[in-house]
């Protein structure tokens, strides 16, 4: 259980001068602009791998948790990924599920969308985003899914996309891929014969998700079971390939990367909490809500406290420094909290609040290259 294990208490990192964060770009290579740079009529852009310019279907397969980084250390594990052309592109901040899936089916940042984490003060109560939900229960009746994210996603066209069947109608699903038709899977090896039967009967876009390597990297780490997991990935995109036309292409990318961080957990002190009203965000990007008028004392305890090992801002220098896009409505302020703390060595920030049935021992959400990036890579169908 999370009270066994022991607080982090020694120097995380060596490093040479002060780290910088890795802020996605929004306006270039980013997951923002890929169903729009496909379905949105105009020139792809030049980030774009080319195979998709003369494709009669394209498939887009989110791949939840798998990095850049992490793919490329595992070309023997992954061949047919690692065979595919493209490259690096950011994800969203923060680098978690509920945020940047809103971004790659939107086509929206976080600061236009509104998911701006996983775990977020909406109306009063810190909400679970992909639950909908807080420790009282559902929310769906009291904050619903279109009036918290009224946009349209796939840039408001009506096609497929193919998701895990228990997905299909749930709070968050109905928040970020509205307007979309829903055809689920109950199985890895269910998830090729979906798409590829859409694409026969006549689609030109899909929009596909698996969820696995995410959940074996949270619960096993990274080892023999994520290898296995991502073998089992890398057979499902060759099943795919050789299901689909040789004029189909598909486009794999992730919503974020990992970073292992195991049972270094760090245990804000009591000089910070007492200070300190609410939590939201996640242990890798924790946003600290203050309590009336102690915004600047939580501030500076924050940096005393965590500034050797994470990167701590102010509300205002966040969006100063556009971690949630180039634009960010005064609405959205309310959301967030007054300080972020976003380690940048493999720690995670506790909050009893935030822990669940296990220790999560790869994690995600902070601004780490490992986090940030993600591939963009495509391969032509076969059949």
């Known amino acids: 259980m999370v009270s066994d294990v022991q607080p982090f208490s020694s120097s995380?990192?060596?490093r040479n001068g002060d780290p910088t964060p890795c802020i996605p770009e929004y306006g270039g290579a980013n997951v923002c602009?890929?169903?729009p740079g496909v379905l949105g009529g105009a020139d792809l852009p030049d980030w774009m791998p080319s195979a998709v310019a003369d494709a009669s279907a394209v498939v887009v397969l989110v791949?939840?948790?798998l990095g850049w980084r992490q793919l490329g250390e595992r070309a023997d594990v992954a061949p047919v990924l690692n065979s595919l052309a493209g490259g690096p592109i950011s994800t969203v901040a923060p680098s978690t599920t509920a945020t940047a899936l809103s971004s790659i089916a939107t086509g929206l940042t976080p600061a236009e969308h509104g998911i701006l984490g996983y775990r977020m003060l909406m109306r009063g109560a810190v909400t679970n985003m992909l639950r909908w939900a807080t420790d009282e229960g559902v929310r769906r009746h009291d904050v619903s899914p279109r009036e918290l994210q009224p946009a349209r996603a796939f840039c408001g066209q009506r096609v497929p996309y193919v998701t895990s069947q228990e997905l299909i109608g749930s709070s968050f699903?109905?928040?970020?891929?509205?307007?979309?038709?829903?055809?689920?899977?109950?199985a890895l090896s269910s998830l090729p014969v979906v798409v590829?039967?859409?694409?026969?009967?006549?689609?030109?876009?899909?929009?596909?998700?698996?969820?696995?390597?995410?959940?074996?990297?949270?619960?096993?780490?990274?080892?023999e079971f994520y290898d296995a997991e991502l073998a089992s990935a890398d057979r499902m995109v060759d099943d795919l390939l050789n299901r689909l036309p040789r004029d189909a292409v598909v486009l794999v990318t992730a919503d974020h990367g990992q970073v292992e961080?195991?049972?270094?957990?760090?245990?804000?002190s009591d000089d910070v909490l007492r200070v300190v009203e609410l939590?939201?965000?996640?242990?890798?990007?924790r946003w600290m809500h203050a309590r009336p008028g102690a915004e600047d004392e939580l501030f500076e305890a924050a940096c005393e406290e965590f500034g050797d090992?994470?990167?701590?801002?102010?509300r205002s220098e966040v969006i100063e420094e556009c971690w949630f896009g180039p634009h960010f409505p005064a609405p959205m302020n309310g959301r967030l909290g007054d300080v972020v703390i976003a380690p940048f060595a493999p720690v995670s920030l506790f909050e009893e609040a935030d822990s669940g049935p296990f220790n999560l021992i790869c994690r995600h959400g902070s601004l780490t290259e490992d986090e940030v990036l993600v591939p963009l890579i495509a391969g032509q169908g076969r059949g």
């Open 12 to 14: 995380p990192i060596e």
């Open 33 to 35: 602009g890929i169903i």
């Open 63 to 65: 791949l939840d948790g």
């Open 173 to 186: 699903s109905d928040a970020h891929l509205f307007g979309g038709v829903a055809h689920g899977y109950r």
């Open 196 to 223: 590829s039967e859409l694409v026969k009967s006549g689609a030109t876009f899909v929009h596909a998700y698996y969820p696995g390597v995410d959940k074996i990297a949270h619960e096993r780490g990274f080892g």
């Open 261 to 268: 961080v195991g049972d270094r957990l760090v245990y804000p």
């Open 279 to 285: 939590q939201s965000g996640e242990g890798r990007m």
């Open 309 to 314: 090992f994470a990167w701590v801002r102010r």
